[in-house]
């Protein structure tokens, strides 16, 4: 599964390249044309904090908004490249995700972890039609099918929400959890802390419709293959002592995260130094939704008479 995407991301993007190749000389600078687009999106999150730790389980309840907005130039009858920009939030939480009576999500129910990252996002990616267009954009399809795939850069700040705790903490606060090292990142004997900026591989499909002359409406679903286990702050193993986290956030996201009240979900000996997150599988975040485009009616230079 892990090497399946980008291995299709690659041969889509060939083909695209091909197709454009062949295809720029009958395509004259007159039918070239721009736009601009907003778009309004749900976004959900594959990870650690999910019913199932695989990348087709998610919760439905967890869906939160994305907004966004693009600009994207038409360069042959099937080829156009996009660039944008994105904000949405990405949620999760053990207590509402994973079944207590199920015997393999029961572990995470009782790790208790609950997580918000809000995601800024900056992409670039080639459109391909599965439609063509070898006319301007007044004669463009009403319905065209594309897929897309592209290179994008996000930043992210995951936070934890603060419950009952014996670290003097204030209940009901967010607290960011990278600075936190929660699994002992940045101490001696475990790894770095992770990056809060990374690069992801966005791809996807989706369909557009001329509602008229200059407008597009769009349906598009795309995903984010990422680079890092760590979108929710969960992907190692606990801390092998508790005094190797440094501080009060550290100790109760580390290993003192309460339910309803009651402190110590884990004791000592069978939370330290055990597994905390699958770290088999990078995390994944998806995007869906509707964009809006403008097209912005192109300028014709007219031939030049002596």
């Known amino acids: 599964m892990k090497k399946l995407f980008p291995l299709t991301l690659a041969l889509i993007l060939a083909f695209a390249l091909v197709a454009t ?33 695989n990348i087709a389980s998610l919760r439905l309840g967890a869906t939160r908004p994305n907004i966004g907005f693009s600009f994207t130039r038409r360069f042959a009858p099937r080829i156009s490249g996009r660039v944008g920009l994105s904000y949405g ?14 015997s393999e999500a029961k572990f995470r129910y009782t790790r208790n972890m609950n997580f918000r990252n809000d995601i800024f996002e900056a992409s670039a990616v080639g459109i391909f039609d599965l439609l063509e267009n070898r006319n301007n954009y007044i004669r463009r399809p009403d319905f065209v099918p594309y897929v897309f795939g592209g290179v994008a850069v996000f930043h992210h700040n ?15 606060d967010y607290v960011a959890l990278q600075p936190l090292g929660t699994e002992g990142q940045g101490e001696a ?28 409406l769009g349906f598009e679903i795309g995903w984010r293959k990422t680079f890092t286990d760590y979108i929710d702050d969960v992907g190692g193993k606990y801390v092998n002592n508790k005094n190797d986290l440094k501080t009060p956030g550290g100790k109760y996201f580390g290993y003192e995260i309460t339910r309803e009240g009651v402190p110590g979900t884990f004791t000592e000996a069978n939370q330290f130094g055990e597994v905390r997150g699958n770290n088999n599988e990078k995390d994944w975040y998806i995007v869906t939704g509707l964009t809006l485009n403008y097209i912005i009616r192109p300028k014709v230079k007219s031939p030049k008479f002596r």
């Not at 004997?189 to 008229?212: C, E, M």
């Open 21 to 53: 190749e062949a295809s720029a000389q009958r395509f004259t600078k007159r039918k070239m044309y721009n736009s601009v687009g907003v778009t309004l999106n749900a976004m959900n999150y594959f990870g650690d904090v999910v019913p199932k730790t």
């Open 89 to 102: 939030r990405l949620t999760g939480d053990d207590a509402k995700a994973a079944d207590d009576k199920d």
């Open 158 to 172: 995951p936070k934890g929400l603060v419950g009952d705790n014996s670290q003097g903490l204030k209940k009901g």
């Open 189 to 216: 004997g475990y790894g770095s802390p992770y990056k809060r900026t990374q690069i992801a591989i966005p791809f996807g499909a989706g369909i557009r419709y001329k509602l008229d002359r200059n407008f597009d």
